[in-house]
Nanobody, 119 residues
Framework: QVQLVESGGGLVQAGGSLRLSCAASRSIFSNNVMGWYRQAPGEQRELVASITLGHITNYGDSVKGRFTITRDYAKNTVSLQMNSLKPEDTAVYYC?????????????WGQGTQVTVSS
């Protein structure tokens, strides 16, 4: 059973914008830190952004100032607004949910959505 459902990936030119969304069940969304990882071919998985239950955000260095993560408790959805996209942002983006305690690993994953930025 898929518990995190992503949408919004696609192809965009450098400098453009995309918005990713991830819908979760209420039980998962209300009890977990939510966020996004990404993985490009041949590269390590990289944390893009995360957001706590209280809306505290954390970003990877490579996306600070360009990406914004938000969560909406009315819709049980976490979103990633990506602006000023660069070709190096090309990757499969995975939504995740993890317990709030520090040091925990994600225990829920989305299916992944492809983001391709052309130069």
């Amino acid at each position: 059973q898929v518990q995190l459902v992503e949408s919004g990936g696609g192809l965009v030119q450098a400098g453009g914008s995309l918005r990713l969304s991830c819908a979760a069940s209420r039980s998962i969304f209300s009890n977990n830190v939510m966020g996004w990882y990404r993985q490009a071919p041949g590269e390590q998985r990289e944390l893009v952004a995360s957001i706590t239950l209280g809306h505290i955000t954390n970003y990877g260095d490579s996306v600070k100032g360009r990406f914004t993560i938000t969560r909406d408790y009315a819709k049980n959805t976490v979103s990633l607004q990506m602006n000023s996209l660069k070709p190096e942002d090309t990757a499969v983006y995975y939504c995740f949910a993890k317990a709030p305690a520090s040091g925990t690993q994600p225990n829920y994953w989305g299916q992944g959505t492809q983001v391709t930025v052309s130069s």
